[in-house]
């Protein structure tokens, strides 16, 4: 899998409440609805400013705070194709996977907001085209691509009926 | 070599050795979905085929994030999630119980040793059991309820000893929130953390809930402590199971062992709006503040509402403060009513809400205003997390709490015990 977009910058600790506050996702299960309100209490104009294929780029903790799987749910459904940063907490990590949002761990301090990217996520690289620098990936845990190459936990237990990691 | 708490917890349940950074399937004991995570949980289910779940014993549904509903929405999820548990013969606690994690130990379905999964990230509040208990999200809780497994990196361990006794006027809360400020928010990522020490020997099971709870405000993905007489008097109390208390070994490995003297330690606060953004309260004293809340799943159990009662009691609330309190579940509003802690909360001034999450969640019961200052004994004090994204949450104690809702501003709580 491969994409290329814009950089949207983002700093520490980026929690899940940021992402998609709790005022909204308690009350539906409609994701497109819920992607209007992404990142809306650190930047309320953010869903409009994303075109198609862009990227998050935060920087260390990103997605710390609640369990609510609605956070990669609503970046997803936003249109944004990975998430970039220098280290996830450990829900939001497992919950992209699970729901098929790549999330990317490298080193963002060589990414600025507005940068061209083009993230190879086979290959473990990330190109920053602005800088003309590639940027080391550390590659997903083996469990992890497997369940992303079933296209998420659903799919995976759908296809073998529980866990086969 | 020797193990840690959740090496050996992982170890019995995946039928291995299990050393930290190895990948294990194990099998769990209890899981738990609330109404924030459920409805998309059960979505998941239906995705991966799922006809019923593993064992209808070992899973309960709990609607207390949004609750009584305060919406059309809200409602139609509320009614998703009662029907699922009726098809599915699985326990629901309906509005008024509590909150998840008062509910779930009170229930009896955790005892040391187990291994709990839940759809809140704040599971790991059962660590204080000597449970190995975490947070997931709504797939891999569905993934739980079709097999009854889960897939777990063994961590690594951090160790906190705490040396000596909390001084007058300073509560776990403090403790707690003194360990995130001095590790971060990422400090224990990926990591489990052991609490060990006198200083939390000493502690009652509902102070000792307090810490285990917010061990995920520094990341971690447990937040462990042994069983010792306290936790077996609390167990014979609610519980009818038999279990086997976990050790580490005296030998087992750690990321690393931190060492406090809580001697002393003065009360603390977390500033808006990070957890690890904490302070002695003496930096923060005189902050006005306009809504006090007593309750959660950090500090709504009945030790924190006498906590406060004893310092609210022959004086009232300041008239620019609203006093929010909601008990953290319908036993301890019982115990709190029996005992007449609730009554001296009342006639200080406090609204008194639905047993669950209260406001803490931002969806309902008491959100701020634009540029108004809450202290609260939540664990969460980021921006928008009680519905506005202008106002400022501070976190403290109950104690805390309750001198500042007298007072109006942030206040020492040992201005009022003698």
């Given at each position: ?5 814009n ?15 709790g005022?909204y ?17 650190l930047?309320p104009d953010?869903?409009?400013k ?10 260390s903790n990103?997605?710390?705070g609640?369990?609510?799987e609605?956070a990669?749910?609503?970046i997803k ?5 990975a ?10 990590y ?9 999330v990317?761990?490298?080193d ?12 190879d996520?086979?290959?473990?690289n990330?190109i920053n085209?602005t ?13 992890m691509?497997?369940?992303l190459?079933?296209?998420g936990?659903?799919p995976?237990f759908k296809?073998?009926g529980?866990?086969?990691l | ?5 959740i090496?050996?917890i ?7 050795t299990?050393?930290a ?6 099998q769990?004991?209890?899981?738990m979905g609330?109404?924030g995570?459920s409805?998309l949980?059960?979505r998941?289910?239906e995705n991966m085929d ?10 309960a ?6 609750s ?6 809200v ?11 009726r ?11 509590g ?17 709990v999964?839940g759809?809140?990230s ?7 059991l000597?449970?190995?208990s ?10 739980g309820?079709?097999?009854g497994?889960?897939?777990f ?13 909390l001084?007058?006027g300073?509560?776990?809360k ?7 400020g ?5 400090g224990?990522?990926?990591?489990a953390?052991e609490f ?16 285990s709870n917010?061990?995920i405000e520094?990341g971690?993905k447990a ?12 167990l ?8 086997e208390?976990v ?10 062992i931190?060492?406090?003297?809580v ?7 977390a ?5 690890d953004n904490?302070?002695?309260i003496?930096e923060?004293v005189g902050?006005?503040?306009?809504q006090?809340?007593l309750?959660?799943?950090?500090n ?7 906590a406060a009662?004893?310092i609210?009691?022959n004086?009232?609330v300041h ?5 929010v ?5 319908k036993l ?13 909360l ?30 609260s004994t939540a664990n969460?004090?980021?921006k928008?997390?009680m519905?506005?994204?202008k106002?400022f949450i501070?976190?403290?104690?109950p104690?805390?709490?309750a ?7 942030i206040?020492?709580?040992r201005d009022?015990i003698?």
């Amino acid at each position: 899998m491969k994409f290329e977009g814009n950089t949207h910058k983002f700093g520490n600790d980026v929690n899940t409440d940021y992402i998609i506050a709790g005022r909204y996702k308690f009350k539906t299960l409609d994701m497109k609805e819920l992607a209007k309100h992404v990142m809306e209490d650190l930047d309320p104009d953010f869903y409009h400013k994303i075109n198609a294929g862009d990227f998050i780029v935060g920087g260390s903790n990103f997605g710390c705070g609640s369990s609510r799987e609605q956070a990669p749910l609503a970046i997803k459904h936003a249109d944004i194709s990975a998430v970039l940063a220098k280290s996830f907490a450990r829900i939001f990590y497992r919950n992209a996977i699970n729901t098929g949002l790549p999330v990317v761990e490298c080193d963002t301090d060589l990414i600025d907001a507005g940068d061209e990217l083009e993230v190879d996520l086979a290959g473990g690289n990330v190109i920053n085209k602005t800088k003309g620098q590639t940027i080391p990936a550390k590659p997903l845990p083996p469990v992890m691509i497997k369940i992303l190459n079933d296209g998420g936990l659903a799919p995976h237990f759908k296809k073998y009926g529980g866990f086969n990691l | 070599m020797g193990q840690t708490i959740i090496e050996k917890i992982l170890s019995k349940h995946s039928g291995l050795t299990a050393k930290a950074n190895d990948i294990v399937v194990a099998q769990v004991d209890f899981i738990m979905g609330q109404d924030g995570t459920s409805p998309l949980a059960i979505r998941a289910f239906e995705n991966m085929d799922g006809k019923e779940v593993f064992d209808p014993q070992k899973v309960a549904l709990v609607i207390d994030h949004s609750s009584p509903s305060p919406n059309d929405g809200v409602s139609a999820l509320h009614k998703l999630m009662r029907e699922f548990a009726r098809s599915k013969g699985v326990h629901l606690y309906d509005i008024g119980e509590g909150v998840c994690h008062q509910v779930v130990p009170e229930s009896g379905k955790v005892s040391p040793g187990s291994l709990v999964i839940g759809a809140d990230s704040h599971t790991c509040t059962y660590g204080a059991l000597n449970a190995f208990s975490t947070g997931v999200g709504s797939t891999d809780l569905a993934g739980g309820l079709v097999s009854g497994k889960m897939w777990f990196k063994v961590p690594e361990t951090i160790k906190f000893v705490c040396r000596g006794k909390l001084p007058r006027g300073v509560y776990s809360k403090d403790l707690i929130l003194y360990l995130i400020g001095n590790v971060t928010a990422d400090g224990a990522t990926y990591k489990a953390t052991e609490f060990t020490g006198e200083a939390i020997s000493c502690l009652s099971m509902d102070a000792r809930f307090t810490i285990s709870n917010m061990a995920i405000e520094m990341g971690a993905k447990a937040g462990l402590m042994e069983a010792d007489d306290t936790t077996f008097t609390w167990l014979d109390r609610f519980s009818d199971t038999e279990f086997e208390p976990v050790k580490a070994d005296l030998d087992a490995t750690y990321a690393e062992i931190k060492e406090f003297d809580v001697s002393d330690l003065e009360p603390q606060i977390a500033r808006p709006h990070t957890v690890d953004n904490v302070c002695p309260i003496s930096e923060v004293v005189g902050t006005p503040i306009n809504q006090a809340v007593l309750g959660t799943c950090t500090n709504g159990r009945l030790e924190d509402l006498r906590a406060a009662a004893s310092i609210l009691k022959n004086r009232k609330v300041h008239p620019d403060v609203r006093f929010v309190v909601a008990p953290a579940s319908k036993l301890i509003y019982l115990e709190a009513m029996q005992d007449g802690t609730l009554q001296t909360l009342i006639e200080a001034g406090a609204a008194v809400v639905t047993p669950g999450c209260g406001p803490c969640v931002g969806t309902h019961n008491g959100v701020p205003s634009d540029g108004e200052n809450v202290i609260s004994t939540a664990n969460r004090n980021f921006k928008g997390r009680m519905g506005n994204s202008k106002a400022f949450i501070y976190l403290g104690s109950p104690v805390t709490v309750a001198a500042s809702a007298i007072t109006g501003k942030i206040t020492d709580p040992r201005d009022f015990i003698k």
